[in-house]
């Protein structure tokens, strides 16, 4: 149980396209996802909160309006990387609690590697 | 505040020798600890937690971590490892002060290597 699905898990496209990245909980209801970014035999970077039906909240530091974060429902956030650009590239990876304990662990999308020309 | 230590990058063993990897930990109130193991172009996967009760507790893929309060250390360990156990982990932790905010904070990540 507990099931995060994550796409695309690839994406390669040329610079200034918008990049849709959609984070499923599959078999739980999710009000909260975590949005990550992994650079290369680095941590994680938490980039933002993603909040059923309200905002997100982003982490310092991170560019509101260049990762948009839409959160419509319990079982889907999506992470739009606008006007992508070569920094951009990178792997992204979301997660959800499956319940709102402190103690729950997170469970991961399978993560998407964005490889921006 | 709520953070956590990984000290070593990487950590090399024998296939069947005991393994351990670090991991350290400073929170205001009790810690909620978390590891979890990354295999190439992957999410993580959970393997075990500690909140309350016994230091020691088991997990995924006969793997244990060891929770030492006065040492505020919760160290990962398996008493034989294989070549599959292969990959990054990341140790976590979430403050019990955190004001039910389900953030958690990770460590730096240590590559496990296992050598055949």
């Known amino acids: 149980g507990a099931v995060v699905s994550q796409h695309p898990s690839w994406v390669i496209c040329k610079s200034g396209t918008s990049v849709k990245i959609e984070c499923r909980s599959l078999?739980?209801?999710?009000?909260?996802m975590f949005w990550y970014r992994q650079f290369p035999k680095q941590s994680l970077m938490l980039m933002a909160t993603?909040?059923?039906?309200?905002?997100?909240?982003?982490e310092q530091g991170v560019e509101k309006d260049k990762f948009l974060i839409n959160h419509a429902s319990l079982t889907l956030s999506t992470l739009t990387v606008t006007s992508a650009h070569p920094e951009d590239s990178s792997f992204y990876i979301c997660?959800?609690?499956?319940?709102?304990?402190?103690?729950?662990?997170?469970?991961f999308g399978d993560g998407t590697r964005l490889s921006i020309l | 505040a709520q953070s956590v230590a990984q000290p070593e990058d990487q950590v090399n063993v024998a296939e069947g020798n005991p393994l351990t990897v670090k991991c350290t930990y400073s929170?205001?109130?009790?810690?909620?600890l978390f590891w979890y193991v990354q295999y190439p172009n992957r999410g993580l996967q959970f393997l075990l937690k500690?909140?309350?009760?016994?230091?020691l507790v088991k997990g995924s893929y006969g793997f244990e971590a060891e929770f030492n309060k006065s040492q505020t250390s919760f160290h990962l360990k398996k008493p034989s490892a294989l070549v599959s156990d292969s990959a990054l982990y990341f140790c976590?932790?979430?403050?019990?002060?955190?004001?039910?905010?389900?953030?958690?904070?990770f460590g730096t990540g240590t590559k496990l290597q296992v050598i055949p």
């Open positions: 997660s959800a609690p499956p319940g709102q304990g402190l103690g729950q662990p997170q469970h």
């Open positions: 078999d739980f209801q999710a009000t909260t």
């Open positions: 993603s909040n059923e039906g309200s905002k997100a909240t982003y």
């Open positions: 929170v205001s109130g009790n810690p909620y």
């Open positions: 500690y909140i309350t009760g016994d230091n």
């Open positions: 976590a932790v979430r403050d019990e002060n955190s004001g039910g905010y389900q953030k958690v904070t």
